[in-house]
């Protein structure tokens, strides 16, 4: 990881990422890119102006465009100066840092520029909106989560931001036995490794009886049977998996914890008071996301701790 691109916004929620940047960058011996993109008018704002200009309230699309123009010209000097004075900042840290201005969509321009330089760990605060109220507006996080290769860090925006250094001390790794999940591994281990950090091997196992046609009005100890063989395999795959990282002077620990797995993971996230968690997400996105759920999604909405999402190929 070389680059981490850092999108801001002028806002004090937007600038509570900062903190971790100061860890990770010399960490990572990465540079930073800071990225603020100015979004054109919303669509609601010129369908008002075509509306009142029905009745010839409205003054002619020359002026219009004219005063779009410098409106998008007095944000774009605003955010380049804005940027600059945090791009000093992190240059008194000693950082290699770069700014950009964009104009246009602002997650599509984050991924824009995020696709541009490999690889790139993205790192930004999320407001952490959920249900209706996140499905019908929409957060740029969620749509940079849902569409860009790159590896997410996210940190969840609160009335009290960080105060004290951010220290990487131990990184919980969700795995379900799959090879998907298992992408999330390498850039695990390479915070580990830079951080001189605990990777904390974790699986939740919590089969549903509908799972097992056979067991279905069965004597409840067939299921624990069932439990406790899943628990000895998740056992063995995670120990396996542990040995090879530890081959790699990375300290490792393994749990299998009982339970579903979103409520898992952010509950073990808080006991073992973890850095962060690193887990891959599968990436779904639209109706197939919001009637099923996604762990990686329950997660992000559920727990405060900082959690990279890598998108799993």
């Not at 490792?252 to 797995?261: K, L, P, Q």
Request: overall charge negative; charged content about 20%; proline content about 6%.
């Amino acid at each position: 990881m070389n680059s981490i691109l850092v999108p801001l916004d002028s806002s004090a929620l937007a600038e509570q990422i900062m903190p971790y940047i100061r860890e990770l960058a010399p960490l990572l011996s990465a540079s930073v890119r800071l990225l603020q993109v100015v979004p054109e008018p919303e669509r609601d704002s010129m369908l008002a102006d075509s509306i009142t200009g029905l009745y010839g309230m409205s003054e002619p699309p020359e002026r219009y465009r004219e005063r779009k123009q410098l409106a998008l010209e007095e944000a774009r000097v605003h955010a380049e100066g804005y940027l600059a004075a945090q791009a000093s900042r992190l240059l008194e840290d000693g950082l290699d840092v770069e700014t950009e201005v964009r104009i246009g969509p602002v997650a599509e321009n984050i991924i824009e520029v995020a696709a541009g330089r490999k690889p790139t760990l993205i790192a930004m605060v999320t407001h952490g909106y959920s249900g209706l109220r996140r499905w019908a507006l929409g957060s740029v996080a969620d749509r940079v989560i849902q569409a860009a290769a790159a590896p997410v860090f996210l940190v969840r925006g609160a009335e009290k931001p960080l105060v004290r250094p951010f220290a990487i001390r131990r990184i919980l790794v969700p795995l379900d036995g799959s090879d998907i999940s298992r992408q999330a591994l390498p850039l695990a281990a390479e915070l580990a490794s830079c951080a001189c950090a605990e990777l904390s091997l974790l699986q939740a196992v919590a089969p549903a009886i509908e799972g097992y046609p056979s067991l279905l009005g069965q004597p409840t100890a067939q299921y624990g049977v069932v439990l406790s063989a899943l628990r000895d395999q998740a056992i063995h795959e995670l120990e396996a998996i542990a040995g090879e990282l530890r081959q790699q002077d990375v300290p490792v620990s393994t749990a299998v914890i009982n339970g579903h797995a979103a409520e898992t993971i952010v509950d073990e996230a808080t006991r073992r008071a973890a850095s962060m968690i690193v887990m891959a997400t599968h990436g779904r996105g639209g109706l197939r996301r919001w009637a099923l759920g996604s762990i990686a999604d329950k997660v992000l909405h559920a727990t405060t701790t900082p959690l990279v999402l890598v998108r799993a190929g």
